[in-house]
């Protein structure tokens, strides 16, 4: 499994410890964090997500924890790691608006996607049989979202196909802006 942040050194700062110092150095996790600035961390985790791996990485928007929606087992880990019931969905990201067809059903819609798309949006609309089925089962939608972040567009490319994300954090539990959060609390117990 695999963290990936903006900057180390910043999210690092912007975490203070309990006793109200603020801590400037990297979490020690045993887990390999990478900034998104480091020219492999794009094929570094896409080689994660294709082997059904985990990766905790920034968005546009929130941190996030991802897997590659062709993985049934990764769809799990997911799950499992944040305490989420089978009964709450998981988005999806693709790349561009242009790969959203091959996900969901857009009727018509692709105007009004590239209005909204990239961007800090989710697009409901009836999932194609291509999907997954174990990805939401019974549902017959699912959210997609274009991030309007480089990182997570380059990701979905470079896996060639749509990635789930959904927030890192305990199911039900506050979002997280802070890679030492992330780490200490939901992927130490769940993953190490």
């Known amino acids: 499994h695999y963290y990936i942040t903006n900057n180390l050194r910043m999210m690092a700062r912007a975490c203070p410890v309990p006793n109200g110092e603020v801590n400037t150095k990297p979490p ?51 799950y499992q790691i944040k305490g989420r019931s089978f009964s709450k969905p998981l988005a999806i990201c693709v790349s561009c ?48 979202r274009v991030p309007d972040y480089h990182f997570v567009l380059d ?13 890192a954090n305990i199911s039900n539990g506050p979002n997280s802006t802070c890679i030492e959060v992330i780490c200490n609390s939901l992927f130490l117990s769940a993953i190490m």
Do not use: H, M, W
Request: proline share 7%; charged share 10%.
């Open 28 to 78: 020690q996790t045993g887990t390999p964090i990478v900034t998104t600035t480091d020219e492999n961390a794009v094929q570094s985790a896409s080689d994660i997500l294709c082997r059904g791996g985990v990766v905790a990485l920034p968005t546009d928007t929130i941190y996030g924890v991802c897997c590659a929606v062709n993985n049934t087992n990764a769809i799990n880990k997911i």
């Open 97 to 144: 608006v242009q790969e959203i067809p091959k996900c969901v059903d857009i009727g018509g819609s692709e105007t009004i996607l590239s209005k909204l798309l990239p961007g800090g949006v989710t697009i409901v609309l009836p999932r194609t049989s291509s999907l997954n089925p174990a990805l939401n089962p019974g549902f017959q939608t699912v959210g997609v």
């Open 155 to 167: 990701l979905c490319t470079a896996v060639r196909g749509p990635i789930a994300l959904t927030s």
